[in-house]
């Protein structure tokens, strides 16, 4: 008997990831937050972590609106033109 | 506005997708097995995907099969029309349905419906497929006593198929990229058709604005299903009175939007009033609300969300101090379904607190001013 494989799925983009930082010593901080309660005090407390133990500033706070949706793209690519490294999470 | 059918591939039409096929004994059983061992299943047996059965359901469908119909924001996950038909398959559908599933999957596929987003949540939802008009007759589904019931097979598998595509094509797995705290029931299969029998307003294929003829899907990223009883209430204001505190209930209440779903009995009672399906959702609307005090005593009341609904673009329905479900009352679907005894009718809540997640429609099996 043959059967056809259910989770054929259409040819897959390639995804890199970004290569890691070798320090996190005094780097920038973007903060991503996603419009959920209490998505900006968590991550604002995150940071200050980073800022106390590797001396990183933050540099911008981005937002979206849709906490579940993916971010646009623009923001995106602003983040990554204007900071180090990019934090975010849900709230709740 | 022109109204077409997808146009039948001329050639060979099985040959240009690279599909992977697995042999298996020529034994069902074993085969069932098979599938389960690959983590194809959604628990349930499924019926073994063969070649055969797959080929036949794409009769149904005049586009290549390699076609995609949706695609996952975040991952890039394509649905094509062959794997939908694959699932299909597995999930007991028998050909005619398909057109159904293609239709519903292109409606999900609209970005405001963030299928992303409703199938990967906490909050557990399941995407709950309306059929209108008279495609639904006439591949039997049911409209009728035991709804949202077992014992048909249209409505058990075609909302089967949309959850064993969402696994096994998106990759939508539970507790890996699926992160329902509870889920619900729906997530196995949620699917119902419109009741035309007895029903006095406009179907929704109509009210949705689609030609004569032409039927549709409506999908909704569904929490659980809320029964409402009431079977003394003799007036619309009676029966809406008890939907509305459902609507309104702590648990449920956000500026989601909402479907009802009214039990004949019920319908009966707005029929002989003469009440339309937009007075009927103004009612609920406007009764569908905590104080803001209330909101605040439990811990849900949000400043951003109240000015949402209260600010410029407020509907003029809106109370201030507060809190209405959804922005305005067309944000209510509101049909007829159910079988003729029992006052029995339910409130759906959307998995969206907000406006994550909107409800789609699209028609059924025709292509409308398409190239």
């Given at each position: 008997?043959?059967?056809?494989?259910?989770t054929?799925s259409?040819?897959?983009?390639?995804?890199l990831?970004a290569?890691p930082?070798?320090?996190l010593d005094?780097?920038?901080?973007?903060?991503?937050?996603?419009?959920?309660?209490?998505?900006?005090?968590?991550?604002?407390?995150?940071?200050?972590l980073?800022?106390?133990?590797?001396?990183?500033?933050?540099?911008?706070?981005y937002?979206?609106?849709?906490?579940s949706?993916?971010?646009?793209?623009?923001?995106?690519?602003?983040?990554a033109?204007?900071?180090?490294?990019?934090?975010?999470?849900?709230g709740? | 506005?022109?109204?077409?059918r997808p146009?039948?591939?001329?050639?060979?039409p099985f040959m240009?997708?690279?599909?992977?096929?697995?042999?298996?004994?020529?034994?069902?059983l074993?085969a069932?097995?098979?599938?389960?061992?690959?983590?194809?299943?959604?628990g349930?047996?499924?019926?073994?995907?063969?070649?055969e059965?797959?080929?036949?359901?794409?009769?149904?469908?005049?586009?290549?099969?390699?076609t995609?119909?949706?695609t996952h924001?975040?991952?890039?996950?394509?649905?094509?029309?062959?794997?939908?038909?694959?699932?299909a398959?597995?999930?007991?559908?028998?050909?005619?349905?398909?057109?159904?599933?293609?239709?519903?999957?292109?409606?999900m596929?609209k970005?405001?419906f963030?299928?992303?987003?409703?199938?990967a949540?906490?909050?557990?939802?399941?995407?709950?497929?309306i059929v209108?008009?008279?495609?639904?007759?006439?591949?039997?589904?049911?409209?009728?006593?035991n709804?949202?019931?077992?014992?048909n097979r249209?409505?058990a598998t075609?909302?089967r198929?949309?959850?064993?595509?969402?696994?096994?094509?998106f990759?939508?797995?539970?507790?890996?990229?699926?992160?329902?705290?509870?889920g619900?029931?729906?997530?196995?299969?949620?699917?119902?058709?419109?009741?035309?029998?007895?029903?006095?307003?406009?179907?929704?294929c109509?009210?949705?604005?689609y030609?004569?003829?032409?039927?549709?899907?409506t999908?909704?990223?569904?929490?659980?299903?809320?029964?409402?009883?009431?079977?003394?209430?003799?007036?619309?204001?009676?029966?809406?009175?008890?939907?509305a505190?459902?609507?309104?209930s702590?648990?449920?209440?956000?500026?989601?939007?909402?479907?009802v779903?009214?039990a004949?009995?019920?319908?009966?009672?707005?029929?002989?009033a003469?009440?339309?399906?937009?007075?009927?959702?103004?009612?609920?609307?406007?009764?569908a609300k905590?104080?803001?005090e209330?909101?605040?005593?439990?811990?849900?009341y949000?400043?951003?969300?109240?000015?949402?609904?209260?600010?410029?673009?407020?509907?003029?329905?809106?109370e201030?101090?507060?809190?209405?479900?959804?922005?305005?009352p067309?944000?209510?679907l509101?049909t007829?379904?159910?079988?003729?005894a029992?006052?029995?009718?339910?409130?759906?809540?959307?998995?969206?607190?907000?406006r994550?997640?909107?409800m789609?429609?699209?028609?059924?099996?025709?292509?409308?001013?398409?190239?």
């Amino acid at each position: 008997m043959q059967l056809y494989d259910p989770t054929t799925s259409g040819p897959q983009r390639e995804l890199l990831r970004a290569p890691p930082l070798t320090s996190l010593d005094g780097k920038t901080i973007g903060i991503l937050e996603n419009g959920k309660l209490n998505a900006t005090e968590m991550l604002r407390e995150l940071a200050r972590l980073f800022e106390d133990r590797h001396g990183c500033k933050v540099h911008a706070a981005y937002s979206k609106s849709n906490a579940s949706a993916p971010a646009p793209a623009q923001i995106l690519k602003k983040a990554a033109d204007e900071v180090d490294f990019l934090i975010t999470g849900l709230g709740d | 506005m022109t109204l077409s059918r997808p146009a039948k591939d001329a050639g060979e039409p099985f040959m240009s997708i690279a599909a992977r096929i697995h042999e298996v004994p020529d034994n069902l059983l074993a085969a069932i097995d098979y599938c389960y061992e690959k983590g194809w299943t959604d628990g349930l047996p499924v019926v073994p995907p063969t070649l055969e059965r797959v080929h036949a359901t794409l009769e149904h469908e005049g586009r290549p099969p390699e076609t995609v119909i949706a695609t996952h924001p975040a991952t890039g996950l394509e649905l094509s029309l062959h794997a939908a038909a694959v699932n299909a398959v597995m999930a007991g559908c028998l050909p005619e349905y398909f057109p159904v599933l293609v239709a519903a999957f292109e409606a999900m596929d609209k970005p405001d419906f963030n299928f992303h987003g409703s199938t990967a949540s906490t909050g557990g939802s399941a995407p709950l497929l309306i059929v209108s008009g008279g495609y639904a007759d006439d591949i039997g589904m049911n409209a009728d006593v035991n709804l949202f019931g077992p014992g048909n097979r249209a409505n058990a598998t075609i909302g089967r198929a949309v959850r064993l595509i969402l696994r096994n094509v998106f990759q939508m797995v539970p507790g890996i990229s699926d992160k329902s705290t509870q889920g619900h029931p729906g997530k196995y299969s949620f699917c119902i058709a419109e009741r035309m029998r007895g029903n006095p307003w406009p179907l929704l294929c109509e009210a949705q604005g689609y030609p004569k003829g032409v039927s549709s899907v409506t999908v909704f990223a569904a929490g659980g299903f809320c029964n409402v009883e009431n079977h003394g209430g003799n007036t619309p204001q009676q029966v809406l009175s008890a939907i509305a505190d459902a609507m309104a209930s702590y648990g449920c209440i956000t500026l989601g939007q909402s479907v009802v779903i009214l039990a004949p009995e019920h319908m009966r009672i707005l029929a002989d009033a003469g009440w339309s399906r937009e007075e009927t959702q103004a009612y609920l609307f406007m009764h569908a609300k905590r104080a803001v005090e209330g909101m605040r005593g439990v811990g849900k009341y949000r400043a951003s969300e109240y000015e949402k609904q209260h600010g410029a673009l407020a509907h003029q329905l809106v109370e201030t101090g507060y809190v209405h479900r959804g922005l305005a009352p067309e944000d209510i679907l509101i049909t007829l379904g159910g079988g003729d005894a029992g006052g029995h009718s339910c409130f759906i809540p959307s998995w969206s607190r907000g406006r994550g997640s909107i409800m789609q429609h699209k028609p059924i099996g025709v292509c409308i001013d398409c190239k």
